[in-house]
């Protein structure tokens, strides 16, 4: 098993403790590298990414990013890139600190992977831009942005991406909890996002769809889990 026989990754080559002489990226796969696959790694302590994905696809599945000063997956101009089964953990960077995905990359999937106790300036523990990605069965909690912007998912601008079968729960900015989820306007099915009812209480129980068979937080809270509406066209609190 890739726990309990782990092979880390560590940035950590210069001074003890001090980030900024630790490599910078701790993987780069460039343009000339095609159809790679990472499997069971724990990327740890670089002061950029974890990994950098430059031109390229890429497979990464059950990997760990923890206690990195940047991102942990950081993609430029790739095209149909698949995350499984990761963890990312307390890293602290801008934006995107978990996964970031620059503008015009094009098929990335993100399933089955946990975001949480992440602190970031800018905003979102992914980060997207107008790239139509899908993120399926995550869970992202009690990650931090210290402006106003979403902790959680968040696009710059005109959101295009999916969520499906997700939890989006309990991450703060400065505004506290409120605008602290995700940017308004993404495709939203099957998914169980906190934001404040009626009342003013944030809760994560709605009053529409429910969770599919399957989704991670359903077995736990079966008769009290729902989606808060996301609207008659299926686009968040629109």
Not at 59 to 79: A, D, E, K, S
Not at 131 to 141: G, W
Not at 218 to 235: H, W
């Amino acid at each position: 098993s890739w726990m309990y026989h782990q092979t880390i990754l560590s940035g950590d080559i210069g001074t003890i403790g001090d980030s900024t002489d630790n490599t910078q990226n701790l993987v780069t796969i460039g343009s000339g590298v095609k159809d790679n696959f990472i499997h069971g790694f724990i990327f740890t302590k670089a002061y950029d990414s974890g990994i950098l994905i430059d031109g390229t696809n890429s497979n990464i599945n059950c990997c760990v990013f923890t206690n990195t000063y940047g991102r942990g997956i950081n993609i430029l101009n790739g095209n149909n890139v698949k995350i499984n089964a990761s963890v990312f953990f307390k890293i602290i960077g801008v934006a995107g600190v978990g996964v970031y995905i620059e503008t015009g990359c094009l098929d990335v999937i993100i399933t089955n992977s946990v975001f949480a106790e992440n602190t970031m300036t800018f905003g979102g523990s992914i980060y997207s831009e107008n790239n139509n990605a899908i993120y399926s069965n995550c869970t992202i909690v009690n990650n931090i942005c210290k402006d106003g912007n979403p902790a959680g998912i968040f696009n710059w601008n005109n959101p295009t991406d999916r969520v499906m079968s997700c939890i989006i729960y309990n991450n703060r900015n400065s505004n506290g909890r409120e605008y602290a989820q995700l940017t308004y306007g993404y495709y939203v099915s099957y998914s169980d996002i906190e934001d404040k009812d009626s009342n003013g209480i944030y809760s994560i129980t709605g009053d529409t769809i429910n969770l599919i068979d399957g989704s991670p937080v359903f077995e736990y809270q079966k008769d009290s889990v729902n989606l808060y509406p996301a609207g008659a066209d299926g686009i968040w609190y629109t």
